[in-house]
């Protein structure tokens, strides 16, 4: 089972202790009746205020293990707890969503005939909140992610690295515990992804969220607090 190791736990909060924020228990998920295992007996702990990278190729099970643990999906076997939550119960995966977890994909899944201003308020549809709230909240994040000066801009006036910093803005409108990243800057070229993941980095920080973040990249996984490498299912704390 990957632990956060002492130095991290120092670096992280000084002499205090982490709060274990995800626990993941012998999970196992397999797709096409069981006939394609993607996660084998995976156990793993998270704590509170980590940036943690899964690492490892296409096909090693970072995307599924990213799903069951926003509840995405459900697991064959095993345990999942978030925040207290149960992401394979029906009604804790609707609070999981709402409150505690925010998504960002790969190919940002933006809608294109909205702004992104409007894309990011659409989140106050299925959170608690007022607009006034929820508008105060899109001018702090979009200021942070300096992308606030093309708010009125349709999706597809953005540039790539535009579109997935609204992608970020959109799944922190609701303060969410923590942040589940899909390969965020798999999509961009080198210079502009490195960007995105330096103010996803920083803005993460700022806002004292928890990340996952799924990547193939060495270079991103090394300047996490910590990188799990999965490798046929099964995760170990990289060296």
Do not use: Y
């Not at 002499?15 to 228990?25: H, M, P, S, V, Y």
């Not at 540039?159 to 390969?183: N, T, Y």
């Not at 969220?209 to 046929?232: G, K, L, N, P, Y």
Request: positive net charge; hydrophobic residues 35%; glycine residues 8%.
């Amino acid at each position: 089972m990957s632990e956060l190791n002492s130095a991290s736990r120092r670096c992280l909060t000084g002499d205090r202790e982490l709060r274990r924020i995800i626990t993941i228990e012998a999970l196992r998920k397999s797709f096409d009746h069981g006939r394609i295992p993607v996660l084998r007996d995976t156990s793993l702990r998270i704590f509170q205020g980590e940036l943690v990278a899964l690492w490892g190729s296409s096909g090693s099970g970072k995307t599924t293990l990213l799903h069951l643990i926003g509840g995405l999906d459900t697991p064959d076997a095993g345990r999942i707890t978030v925040d207290g939550l149960n992401p394979a119960s029906e009604n804790d995966r609707l609070e999981l969503r709402r409150t505690r977890v925010g998504f960002v994909f790969q190919l940002h899944n933006l809608i294109p005939n909205l702004t992104m201003k409007e894309n990011c308020l659409v989140t106050a549809i299925g959170a608690r909140g007022d607009q006034a709230t929820f508008r105060r909240r899109f001018g702090e994040l979009a200021s942070l992610l300096k992308i606030d000066h093309r708010q009125d801009r349709r999706i597809q006036e953005l540039s790539g690295g535009e579109r997935q910093r609204v992608a970020i803005c959109r799944a922190l409108m609701h303060r969410p515990r923590i942040l589940l990243a899909d390969e965020p800057t798999g999509s961009l070229d080198e210079r502009t992804g490195e960007n995105v993941f330096r103010l996803l980095v920083d803005v993460a920080r700022q806002e004292g969220v928890t990340v996952v973040m799924a990547t193939h990249e060495r270079r991103f996984a090394e300047q996490c607090d910590r990188i799990i490498h999965t490798v046929d299912g099964r995760v170990s704390e990289a060296v």
